[in-house]
């Protein structure tokens, strides 16, 4: 034995001056993102380098990945302001050496560290965070626990949680790989909770970036605000460059969904299911004509549509930007099949909770679907060259 410190002394405890020197220990290819400035949409980023600095965290405006897993963790009892602060500063060293394509330090397979997969890592802070002491002052605007909703069917085992990460990557294995890292060098401080993986297709077959389908075969974020625009900023991002996020694991009964035609289920919907057009338009990016009827006097998009009840129209002006992703969980033969659905928003409080409980109580779609799971977690800035994750908050 030689008495060299282990990985996480060095890292975990050696305060921010080591940690800062390991975060800019190397360049980072700039792919198809400049630095500071978060990809508004990742167009042309398949099989690219997603540049991890900068004002905000970069995937939050960029497509949903190909590939991708989420896990929740609980801090483990002895882990306070400083403790979290130090797993930060890890989780960064980490995360600039993975997107880039190198192995993190420490890194046990480290040929499983490749470059040109557009990998990105995304770190939230949960409530309790602001429980700690010398934090209970710091919640950002609006962020609560999301309240329970009439048809919530609420399962321990997918909810609630003090951390998240979210890795998403084109290639599975590094998405396994990256978060193996992150589970690893979060040891000291905290435990996995839960974790969800998902998928998501956002390539057209030319090759050009599209909306992406859910599960239910319905074309998903279409009246998302575009990254890059006043409304996105304006919907996304706090005072401080950070978001909130809600995680909700809805699980879709694809058994009678199915038993519908497909004008039945547009109705539900209100869109198109050929190309997500809503059924007053012809293309997908039409404007909603929610006074149109049709020969027989019934509203075109009927009062209970989602499309309608979720329209920032109906809801005093009020947006989210919503991202998705499809899973499928297989126990023997049964199989059960969903959707991960993410939804950024400055203040949780007045943007998303009024949204969600008009949607809960009459959404034509509660009948072919079921939370099973939810959490929410502040978002904090991103971070540059020399600086770290959640350092505004932690530091």
Known sequence: MTGRPSRRQLFGYAGAAAAGAAVTGGAVALGNASSGEPPAARDSARGGTVVPYGDHQPAIAATSPRHAELVAFRLLGGTDKAGLGRLMRLWTSDIVALTAGRPAPGDTAPELAIPGVALTATVGFGPRVFTLTGLADRTPRGFIDVPVMSHDRLQAAWTGGDLLVLVGADDAVSVVHAVGRLVADAAPFAKPLWRQTGFWNSTGPDGQPVTGRNLFNQVDGTGNPAPGTPDFDS??????????????????????????????????????????????????????????RDADNRLVIAKNAHARLSHHSENDGRRIFRKGLNYVQDTGATRETGLIFLSYQADLVSQFIPLLTRLDAADALNEWTTTIGSAAFAIPPGFHEGGWLGQGLLG
Do not use: F, M
């Not at 058994?255 to 997908?284: F, I, M, Y």
């Open 235 to 292: 919907t996304v991002w706090n005072e401080d460059g950070g978001t909130t996020l809600v995680v909700r694991r809805i699980k879709l009964n694809l058994d009678t969904w199915d038993e519908l035609t497909r004008s039945e289920q547009e109705r539900a919907v209100g869109r198109k299911l050929s190309n997500g057009a809503p059924q007053t338009g012809t293309a997908e990016h039409d404007e909603l004509d929610l006074e149109a």
